[in-house]
């Protein structure tokens, strides 16, 4: 019979959808075998997606299991750090108790990024400190032996992230695998990202030192060591070009107090990037901001701008460094040499004449070898005014730089495991123990948990541990200035006075002397000319603030460029020399986020002068009464207290010895622009005890209000001296009051004596600052007071250390965030803890009700709160 012409046209219609279906399965099985472009990102031990805090969606990790399921379990982490950054992908992991393998179909011509997310708390009770496991991509070993919990204290994090890019993989195929070092250890991952990533290593550096030899980077594979924007601040990988890199500010490497100034692009001036320089390459803002040496040529001719970083000796490493010339347009204006382990990398660098034209951006990698030699496992890098070719400006400048170790021809890129400071190990230890479990609990120890107290840092310990033993080296040849003993405090001065320290005429010329050889190594010696300039002559028009010390005026130095504040001693101050030395010696060679910093000082015609980087918003004294100034928010405040408390954590365990601060008030806590808290005035501080000793004993020196009532009796500090200071500006910021007040009735004099009897009474809520009222949750409240009330006690061991004070700040936070997700447990303790009272706060589903629990006081002393179940925030 033959077809109707309905029948036809019905027919053909078939074969049209077929054909599209047939065009679209090819595509979909070619997608398959061969992606041109691979994402993967995975969360690990989770059974659905999450989203992380920067929007990105984490797939489960079952179905990229290729071997061994058996050996391996999904587990939840018992505790949240508040510094993780968000519950996704690390409150999930992957536990391996045997060789275990990931699989992943990749682009064979494609570069990969492979970043590995690891967050050592405590899984399934297993003891993260017994976790020690390798990692491989197919043939390339990327960890051995390598402990997630030694890491993360010794650099102070609470997580580890691991980047690598690795070469393209011919087969397509990326296979992960995690093996434990033995059989009584495990493995464990929280995250696995595999993402396409264009091609950032087409060069063949040349290996500095070794002109005929060069590395060839298309063929290798590389983990990242260090990724900075130089002279700017932090950039997510959400704000990156693409590529989900992470830059972090370079501050906690700089070495040496010529740490030269940043700058900012000008708005008329638009960075144009070039074929040679796509945008990939690195982000607007990278090269946007710069760290130059200043326009004082004298300052720039005589020091360098050095960084320094630990590194694994061994391997060869790639220095990446990024340029961008915003500020001159002329070749010739700025000419440098560029350092690297004190070698020349590059002589008479121009960045115009490399770019062409100003705000085009440019890159130069070289390459170096690391030993295993004396000083081997620290990588320098430094710049130095090109003075033979009599630039213009006798000046710097550097956008971003990026190291990368490169594997070596055994296809390893792991190193050891980095060294923890044996005072966070200390610090470490006595948190395990005052946080320890009770005998009924199955809980272990959470070490996330205890990092957490030291999460605020950067990894200025690591560097430490690096830069104490090497060798003074001469300013000229690119190294550091050999003067430069050790990076952080001079621990072989201790100034104690015995009466009060006014200056003698010998004793000034004594110290002069000795000011005068530190002003090279330290920080930069003004004239008093320079001074009397900035400060308009000392006009009273200039006066910020007045303390012990005397005056601090506002001024502006370099030519009108740089903001300062100068604080000029008065002749009858209390404070003296001592504490003018004091201040010069601990402050110039501490740097960290939360410790203001002292740019130098002037002691001329018999004048005591500190210049520090001034600070925008004043003392938090200011923000908090007698002043016209609009009240903070309560999570301000808080955010405040948080900044204040990990500046004096890194006092108390981030150096060598404890330093111990002595004078914390409002006032000496400072705001920048941001808004930041930075702890100052370091004129009375002293090196704490050692390892054998308990105390130091010295003449009481402090601000009335303030003073620890132990140290003020037995004349014995120690670092709780600064925790009991640190509570009554708790109490200060909380109810916006003096330390002191004569005009109050007896009993409400001291700000601490009449907290401490309301929060014993119950009426702590009753003397509050009136502009709080209904800003803050019942639980932050609760966490908050008990922090501040502890810090009280009479006596020194009763009293928790910086570290609980700070982990308790941002709980505090963290309730205040998000009270509806957080349950708090009861821990028992053993009779000799005499810690902050526990309780447990049940939520009910439908958080209509909270019930509180609270442990007997007679059979167990009070000790410090702990998440359990958290929410992220």
Known sequence: MKPSNSDTHLLFCL?????????????????????????????????????????RTWLPDAKFLASARLNSVSAVAQSQDPSLPSAVPYMSARIFTAESSYQFQVSSKSRLWLRLHFYPSTYSDLDPTESHFAVAANELTLLRNFSASITALALTQAYIIREFSLAPIASGTLKITFMPTSAHSYAFVNGIEVISMPDL????????????????????????????????QYIPSTDDSGLTRIWYDDTPYLFGAAIGVTSQADKNVTIRYSKDVPEYIAPLDVYSTARTMGPDPEVAQNSNLSWVFPIDANFTYVVRFHFCEYLRDKINQRVFDIFVNNQTAQASADVIAWSGSQGVP??????????????????????????????????????????????????????PNPVPSPMLVKAEANAAKNFSPSSSSKQGPVVGGVVGAFAGFVVVVAVFFVIRRKKSRGSRSGTADSRVGNWLP?????????????????????ASSHLSSLAGSLCRHFSLSEIRHATKDFDESQVIGVGGFGKVFKGVIDGGSTKVAIKRSNPSSEQGINEFQTEIEMLSKLRHKHLVSLIGFCEENDEMILVYDYMGNGTLREHLYKSNNAPLPWKQRLEICIGAARGLHYLHTGAKHTIIHRDVKTTNILLDEKWVAKVSDFGLSKTGPNLNQTHVSTIVKGSFGYLDP??????????????????????????????????????????????????????????????????????CFKKFTETAEKCLSDHGY?????????????????????????????????????????STININEDSS????????????????SQIVNPTGR
């Open 362 to 415: 440019v890159y130069k990698d070289y390459a170096t070898y690391a030993s295993d030699g004396a000083g081997d496992d620290s990588l320098w890098v430094a710049l130095h005014p090109s003075v033979s070719m009599k630039p213009e400006y006798y000046d710097s400048i550097l956008n971003g730089l990026e190291i990368f170790k490169v594997n070596d021809t055994g296809g390893n890129l792991a190193g």
């Open 15 to 55: 074969a049209i959808v077929l054909l599209i279906l047939e065009q679209n399965f090819v595509r979909v099985l070619g997608a398959t075998s061969e992606p041109n472009s691979t994402s993967y990102v995975v969360t690990c031990g989770s059974k659905t997606k999450g989203t992380d805090a920067n929007k």
């Open 201 to 232: 290593f087409q060069t063949e550096p040349e290996m500095v030192g070794f002109k005929d030899q060069s590395v060839d980077l298309m063929t290798s594979s590389l983990q990242t060591m260090f990724r900075l924007n130089v002279g700017g």
């Open 490 to 510: 001079l621990y072989g001065s201790s100034y104690t006075t015995t009466s009060t320290s006014k200056s003698t005429s010998s004793g000034k010329s004594n």
């Open 710 to 779: 132990e140290y003020f009796r037995r004349q014995q500090l120690t670092e709780k001296s600064d925790v009991y200071s640190f509570g009554v500006v708790l109490f200060e910021v909380l109810c916006a009051r003096p330390a002191l007040n004569p005009s109050l009735p007896k009993e409400q004099v001291s700000l601490a004596d009449w907290a401490r009897l309301c929060h014993k009474k119950g009426t702590l809520e009753e003397i509050i600052d009136l502009h709080l009222r209904g800003q803050i949750s019942p639980e």
């Open 798 to 838: 009763d009293r928790p250390s910086m570290g609980d004070v700070l982990w308790n700040l941002e709980f505090a936070l963290k309730l205040d965030d998000n009270p509806d997700g957080v349950r708090l447990a009861v821990e028992n303790k053993a009779s000799n803890d005499r810690y902050m009272h526990m």
């Open 849 to 864: 009700t909270v019930s509180v629990e609270e442990p007997d006081d007679d059979e167990h002393p009070p000790v410090f």
